[in-house]
């Protein structure tokens, strides 16, 4: 398969993830509420929104898309050392982020603003590759989005 990049960019803000929901009966409304279980998400949404509407192509992709997606985020303070050591990340400190938010339901809080924005449906995606790191050196925390075209290869 040989991919075309489409577009390049990055989002600023703290990765948040999205997919899960929490229900509750309204007695005022007489039904029942669905709520995304992650009261920040819709932060994060904005952000993808913003960034994602000042990089906007003319029109929506469609066809066969991969969507490549490093989530940068912020080391806990419990990595580093304390005193005039407080610089450098304890021996014990993982060297990525093995634990909450999980990376598949980030990719989902992402991918799902982005329709209708830079893709027709994510249903178009046939290829993803999502990683999270932590942010290194001063790195601001965010996204670092590709999206990309499968093209047809030459058969001769």
């Known amino acids: 398969m040989k991919w075309e990049l489409l577009i390049h960019f990055r989002v600023y803000g703290l990765p948040r993830p999205g997919g899960s929901k929490s229900a509750f009966y309204n007695k005022k409304l007489g039904r029942a509420m669905i709520v995304d279980a992650c009261k920040t998400v819709k932060t994060w949404r ?3 929104k913003a960034a994602a509407l000042r990089v906007k192509p003319g029109g929506l992709f469609d066809g066969c898309l991969r969507f490549d997606c490093t989530f940068i985020l912020p080391r806990p303070k419990s990595h580093f050392r304390t005193g005039k050591n407080a610089h450098l990340l304890r021996d014990a400190a993982p060297p990525c982020p093995n634990t909450k938010p999980d990376l598949l339901k980030l990719g989902r809080s992402t991918e799902d603003v982005l329709t209708g924005i830079m893709w027709v449906d994510d249903a178009r995606i046939v290829h993803e590759i999502l990683s999270k790191s932590f942010a290194v ?20």
């Open 46 to 48: 904005q952000d993808v």
């Open 137 to 156: 050196g001063g790195e601001t925390i965010g996204a670092d989005i590709l999206i990309w075209k499968l093209v047809p290869e030459d058969n001769q």
